[in-house]
Nanobody
Framework: VQLQASGGGLVQPGGSLKLSCTVSGLNLDDRAIGWFRQAPGKEREGVSC???????YYADSVKGRFTISRDNAKNTGYLEMNNLEPDDTADYYC??????????????????WGRGTQVTVSS
């Protein structure tokens, strides 16, 4: 099983990025996808998640700015990030597993993780 997060980069405040999480060796159809981030010196935090039935959850810090989606045909999840702020700077990770909407923002419920993609928001 491999999860590959991509799409990170350097962007100015107010800018946008779209992250992708491509999964191989695992059928995403019945699994939730979670996005997490970890900034230097800080603990990992849940950003957003989407369940197999399309239910979504967003952390308060990104609500209204980030949009999570999935394309099961491509076995890929996405995180569209708009109006980025310097506090969004972090390594972003995707994860997948059988998790319901009440738990999908909690990292401990995921067994499958990808490597991070770095997002830097700076002028």
């Amino acid at each position: 099983v491999q999860l590959q997060a991509s799409g990170g980069g350097l962007v100015q405040p107010g800018g946008s990025l779209k992250l992708s999480c491509t999964v191989s060796g695992l059928n995403l159809d019945d699994r939730a996808i979670g996005w997490f981030r970890q900034a230097p010196g800080k603990e990992r935090e849940g950003v957003s998640c989407i369940t197999s039935d399309g239910s979504t959850y967003y952390a308060d810090s990104v609500k209204g700015r980030f949009t999570i989606s999935r394309d099961n045909a491509k076995n890929t999840g996405y995180l569209e990030m708009n109006n980025l702020e310097p506090d969004d700077t972090a390594d972003y990770y995707c994860a997948a597993d059988w998790v319901d909407i009440r738990r999908c923002i909690m990292a401990g419920y995921y067994d499958y993780w990808g490597r991070g993609t770095q997002v830097t928001v700076s002028s």
